[in-house]
Nanobody, 122 residues
């Protein structure tokens, strides 16, 4: 019904930047909320940033000022711009879409991508 595919991860040195896109596909009319989460080894998955269809954003307090979430509704894509990366940002980054309007299905909740690995070396 809904597929989310993250990309853009990789190995970067501390202080560097990465931009992660996540593209949604399927017979999608609209997506209400899109988020980025991350999960570091041995830790629970944590919310990184949220963006609504109208463009309102919210961030984890510890990441404000370094990370920026944005979206292109026409492309059904959400982005995470990560600047001044630190080794503690190393994690698998997951895309999430909630309240997705899908043709012939209705509203689908809580869709996840498979994640993209981000590794920051010191």
């Amino acid at each position: 019904q809904v597929q989310l595919v993250e990309s853009g991860g990789g190995l970067v040195q501390a202080g560097g930047s990465l931009r992660l896109p996540c593209a949604a596909s399927g017979r999608i009319f609209s997506i209400n909320v899109m988020c980025w989460y991350r999960q570091a080894p041995g830790k629970q998955r944590e919310l990184v940033a949220v963006i609504t269809a109208g463009g309102s954003t919210n961030y984890a307090d510890s990441l404000k000022g370094r990370f920026t979430i944005s979206r292109d509704n026409a492309k059904k894509t959400v982005y995470l711009q990560m600047n001044n990366l630190k080794p503690e940002d190393t994690a698998v980054y997951y895309c999430n879409a909630d309240r997705v309007a899908v043709a012939d299905v209705g509203t689908v909740a809580d869709c996840w991508g498979r994640g993209t690995q981000v590794t920051v070396s010191s």
